[in-house]
């Protein structure tokens, strides 16, 4: 049996009703922004509890032009935590501000309990990244936003539909930053991403920022850059929207039977599940022990694993400027070393399923 980690194959077998709606895309000629990407930009926004919804041209994007939008740039520090995707420290470094790290818990997120000993006078901004769509603590956070006077721009990429005590993660911030890559819980068919805002001053200067700081046709308000959402992406993100709960379900579904499957192997750390949280498993991650040789004899079987990351991104040649060193974010660093990542998408059968759970039970002699 093959096990594989993408989906995309499953998801679109039948593409002919998207097709049929791009080709009346087509024909209007309607291509770059307009009445498509404004609907979808509603429906979102009212699909995640949020005022407003800026359609752009990757998530990467949505976190650069949060920040440009919030004002941030050289001189100020912006705190996000060391285990991210380069993407999250990127948007940081390109808008002109410095990237200073804060480790991680055992939840695999940011911990905010020592947030407070990494912000300074120049701290204008935290990014929480709501990782394998698990959420932050934000109610910690947003108590030390008040306390501080520092925004936050939730990194939301990978928490479509996640949850604080019933609150949408990229409602909670100044702004919420979401990817619309293929293997994100909703995707389109190349890069694309949103922001959400409750703030309509803010959702006025995106507007402005994806869009050459084009007034009208005529006039710019000021330089900008070019980050509009493909009308075509649009269309495709509007028709999939509808199926975000399933896949949620779905995804969470699978995660509790791994769970459940993994509990009482001693090799095998599970992140703590709080009921409070809404966790999407975007990715589907456990600490373990014989990591690499666990990773390859999964593949030996014909099951695709990941890792999440290998490399913290303060050990990363890019962030040798910023001066940290090994043992600065001891957590990130002992969870790079032992993380996994098993397929847990929504397209697995129960077979599938089973059959990971066999692989990994039988790996550690718990078979």
Known sequence: MKVSFSYLKQQFAHPEPILEKIGTLVKSGALTLGRAVETFEQSFADFIGAKYAVGVGSGTDALFLSLKA???????????????FVATAGAIET???????????????????????????????VI???YTGQPVDMNALCALSQQHGFTIIEDSCTAIDGAVDGRRCGTIGLTGAFSLHPLKNLNVWGDGGLITTNDEAVRDRLHLLRNHGMNDRDTYAFYAYNSR?????????????????????????NAARYDAAFADIDAITIPQRKSNERHVYHLYILLVEQRDELKAYLKQAGISAKIHYPIPLHL???????????????????????????????????????????????????A
């Not at 002109?96 to 006078?121: H, S, W």
């Not at 269309?235 to 999939?240: I, N, R, T």
């Not at 990130?332 to 599938?352: F, G, R, V, Y």
């Open 70 to 84: 919030a004002g941030i740039g050289p001189g100020d520090e912006v705190i996000t935590t060391v285990n991210t």
């Open 95 to 125: 808008a002109g501000a410095t990237i200073r790290f804060v480790d991680c818990n055992e939840r695999y997120v940011m911990d905010v309990d020592k947030l407070a000993t990494c912000i300074t006078p120049r701290t204008k901004a």
């Open 128 to 130: 929480p990244v709501h």
């Open 229 to 253: 959402l493909d009308s075509l992406q649009a269309v495709v993100g509007q028709e999939l929207l509808k199926d975000v709960t399933n896949i949620t379900e779905q995804r969470i579904k």
């Open 316 to 366: 990363q040649p890019a962030s040798a400027k910023l001066g940290y060193q090994r043992g600065d974010f001891p957590v990130a660093e002992q969870q790079a070393a032992h993380m996994i990542t098993l397929p847990a998408h929504q397209h697995l059968s129960d077979a599938e399923l089973d059959y990971v759970i066999e692989h990994v039970r039988r790996f550690y002699g718990a």
